[in-house]
Structures are given as structure tokens and as C-alpha cells.
């Protein structure tokens, strides 16, 4: 059994999930269509009030990210040093595939919790969905999920908001372990 994202059974691909680090990524990244399918299996999601209120937004053009990123960096710290503009424009191009997802909540009785539970629910479908194909995939916010600029960029406004960046790709290391829940200490049987 491969140590993670075995993808033997899907019992097996989420036992072992494991996200690649986005800046450890090369190619290949998913084709179109191995990326349809991801973006189809992802939208497969619970969904109170069949609402869909979520998007997609998959990035092209990386370049014009990173130059369109950095401007709105720029605008709001004019002083920032060489290094972090390289952080940002390394955020706009790394990894071989980039997927923005776009929490929508609709006007509805559903509550946007439930909408926005939704589509962190949609998040880590996406992930999955791009184990179960042999890439590993990595779920980032940072600044740039949370800045208005940005969301505008990919024709979003409030009350809409970034779930996250979505890289895909191969891992150029090896996956390692990290810290995990003590199941025990999370877990209650009720009454006790
Ligand atoms: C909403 C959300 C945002 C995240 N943003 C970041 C981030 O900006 N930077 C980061 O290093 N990890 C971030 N993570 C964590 C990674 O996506 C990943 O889950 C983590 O590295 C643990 O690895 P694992 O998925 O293999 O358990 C975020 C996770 C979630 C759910």
C-alpha cells in the first residue's frame, strides 16, 4: 500500500490523503480533460436547497496572474522589498494548475453557513477528486483570498468570498506526515 493518496480504494485515497505543498509542485498538471472531470466530481457535493452556490474560476493565464496579483499588492504596499514581491508572484505562477474557488451564496430560507459549509465541503471534494486522478492537490487562502481586489478580478463581489487557491499537480518530493487528531480526545459517544 502506497504510504499516501493510495489510491488502491477510495476507502484507501481518503485514509491517506495527504496535500502536496503547492511550491513543491511540477508537471504534469491535469489536461482539460482530466481537469473537467475534477471540476465535475467536485461540484458532486452536498447542497441544502440545490442553490449551487459556489464557482469555479480555473487560471490560464498565470503571467497575467501574477502581473494583475502584484499590482493590487503594490497599490496597498508600494515599500514591499524584492522578497515579497517574488512571494507573490510565486503564488500566481507555482504549481502546473491553479483553480480559484468562489463561495456564491444565494439569496435563500438556506443559511449562508450552510451555503458556505457547502462549498468547503466542494473544497475538499476538489482535492480528493485530484488524488483519485494521480495528482496531489494543496488548498491555500492567504491575503489574496481575503482582498476585495482580487475577488473582483475574477468577477466576484460580496457576498461572495474566495474559498480558497487550488494547486495541482505532481509532487517533486516525497509526501511526509504531519500531526494528527488524537481520535480519541475528538471523539465522544453520547450519552457518556
Ligand atoms: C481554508 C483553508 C485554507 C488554508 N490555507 C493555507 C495556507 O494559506 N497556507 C498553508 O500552508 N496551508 C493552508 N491550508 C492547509 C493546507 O491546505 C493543508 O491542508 C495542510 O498543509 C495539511 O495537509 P493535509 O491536507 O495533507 O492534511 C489551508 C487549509 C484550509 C482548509
Known amino acids: 500500500m502506497d504510504a499516501f493518496n493510495d489510491r488502491a480504494t477510495a476507502a484507501t485515497l481518503i ?25 465535475a466530481s467536485a461540484a458532486r457535493v452536498p447542497d441544502h436547497g440545490k442553490l449551487f452556490p459556489w464557482r ?3 487560471v490560464a493565464d498565470r503571467a497575467a496572474f501574477a502581473e494583475r496579483l502584484l499590482a493590487i499588492y503594490l497599490a ?12 507573490v508572484t510565486q503564488f500566481a ?5 491553479l483553480v480559484v474557488v468562489i463561495a456564491s451564496p444565494r439569496p ?3 443559511p449562508v453557513w450552510e451555503q458556505e459549509l457547502s462549498a468547503g465541503a466542494l473544497c475538499q471534494n476538489l482535492c480528493l477528486a485530484a488524488h483519485a486522478h494521480g495528482f496531489v492537490a494543496n488548498w491555500l487562502t492567504g491575503w489574496a483570498a481575503y482582498d476585495a481586489q482580487v475577488l473582483a478580478l475574477f468577477g466576484g463581489a460580496a457576498p461572495e468570498r474566495i474559498a480558497g487557491f487550488f494547486y495541482i499537480g505532481a509532487p517533486a518530493k516525497a509526501l511526509d506526515e504531519r500531526p494528527r487528531p488524537d481520535m480519541a480526545a475528538i471523539t465522544r459517544v453520547w450519552p457518556g
Open 15 to 39: 485514509a491517506t490523503r495527504r496535500s502536496g505543498k503547492a511550491r513543491d509542485m511540477v508537471a504534469p498538471g491535469p489536461d482539460a480533460a482530466q481537469l473537467a472531470s475534477i471540476l
Open 56 to 58: 469555479f474560476v480555473v
Open 76 to 87: 496597498a504596499k508600494p515599500d514591499a522589498g524584492r522578497l515579497e514581491q517574488e512571494a
Open 93 to 97: 505562477t507555482q504549481a502546473p494548475c
Open 108 to 110: 435563500s430560507h438556506i
